[in-house]
T-cell receptor
Framework: GEDVEQSLFLSVREGDSSVINCTYT??????LYWYKQEPGAGLQLLTY?????DMKQDQRLTVLLNKKDKHLSLRIADTQTGDSAIYFC?????????????FGRGTSLIVHP | DAGVTQSPTHLIKTRGQQVTLRCSPK?????VSWYQQALGQGPQFIFQ???????QRGNFPDRFSGHQFPNYSSELNVNALLLGDSALYLC???????????FGPGTRLTVT
């Protein structure tokens, strides 16, 4: 079955790097995603990685995928107070003609000055 | 380019009542998925609509039903509301079977 685990909280100082970790269970996962949710808002797709990739970089964001250990991480360089939010990891496989993501419980990132 | 929109923003209902939530997909998208997000949890998949039919369904009871219209907008209906149905209901749109889903701001439903 599908299950996604994340640590619940992460606190960092402004300007430092943040690393949010995630583990998933379904080895047939095709895509893995990171979403950001600010208070009272919907989910914003930050980035995603295909399962045959090891790394993806997009400006301040770096995604690392260790498929052997089923471990996904999101690194945010030069973390700013505006990065404070809940970050969700999600995995999906193709079933019934579409991809349906399964989400973790989210990691609450707190950035303090 | 309009993103995903949802209405209403907030809603308060009483146990046993019925509710209808609405979603308009991002321009150019034809697939709508609905999720329930309880407090402190990640979104849970309810169902997905494509070509006006339910294509996939998550582990939710039949009290949860939906509809997709020819213009690709969608409704989520919940009957016989329970206190446990209180949550943020998120709509996401995508194009066909592509993997990228874009979420709306959600409807906060409170059942008293």
């Amino acid at each position: 079955g599908e299950d996604v685990e994340q640590s619940l909280f992460l606190s960092v100082r402004e300007g430092d790097s943040s690393v949010i970790n995630c583990t998933y269970t379904d080895s047939s996962s095709t895509y893995l995603y990171w979403y950001k949710q600010e208070p009272g808002a919907g989910l914003q797709l930050l980035t995603y990685i295909f399962s045959n990739m090891d790394m993806k970089q997009d400006q301040r964001l770096t995604v690392l995928l260790n498929k052997k250990d089923k471990h996904l991480s999101l690194r945010i360089a030069d973390t700013q107070t505006g990065d404070s939010a809940i970050y969700f990891c999600a995995e999906s496989i193709r079933t019934g003609g579409s991809y349906i993501p399964t989400f973790g419980r989210g990691t609450s990132l707190i950035v303090h000055p | 380019d309009a993103g995903v929109t949802q209405s209403p923003t907030h809603l308060i209902k009483t146990r046993g009542q019925q509710v209808t939530l609405r979603c308009s997909p991002k321009s150019g998208h034809d697939t709508v998925s609905w999720y329930q997000q309880a407090l402190g949890q990640g979104p849970q998949f309810i169902f997905q609509y494509y070509e006006e039919e339910e294509r996939q369904r998550g582990n939710f009871p039949d009290r949860f039903s939906g509809h997709q219209f020819p213009n690709y907008s969608s409704e989520l209906n919940v009957n016989a509301l329970l206190l446990g149905d209180s949550a943020l209901y998120l709509c996401a749109s995508s194009l066909g079977s592509t993997t990228l889903q874009y979420f709306g701001p959600g409807t906060r439903l409170t059942v008293t």
